[in-house]
Nanobody
């Protein structure tokens, strides 16, 4: 079982994108009881957690994206979203979602490229 990410693309610096994660193959109780995160892997670097949301919808962000990114979840649809505003070239990378504990297999991710 792995999530399916979508919504990436090429955008100019200062622009916005919303990426989506479908975890429909996860059972509902698993989705609802877990904390979910968006991870980013810049070119040539390791994957890092940039945003997370708990089962009670508390959120946490890496300092590099705080104030620009917003994570949300839809328990009915078993979806996790990441709204990204004021994008910077250093936000470029492949974006993945998973539980914060990385319990699922990694999906294909979705590529986000921010041009300067």
């Amino acid at each position: 079982v792995e999530p399916v990410e979508s919504g990436g693309g090429l955008v100019q610096a200062g622009g916005s994108l919303r990426v989506s994660c479908k975890a429909s193959r996860a059972i509902t109780s698993f989705f609802n009881s877990n904390n979910w995160g968006w991870f980013r892997q810049p070119p040539g670097k390791q994957r890092e957690l940039v945003a997370s949301i708990t089962s009670t919808r508390s959120t946490n962000y890496a300092n590099s994206v705080k104030g620009r990114f917003t994570i949300s979840r839809d328990s009915t649809r078993k979806m996790v979203y990441l709204q990204m505003n004021s994008l910077k070239p250093e936000d470029t990378g492949v974006y993945y979602c998973n539980t914060v504990e990385e319990a699922l297999n990694w999906g294909q991710g979705t590529q986000v490229t921010v041009s300067s």
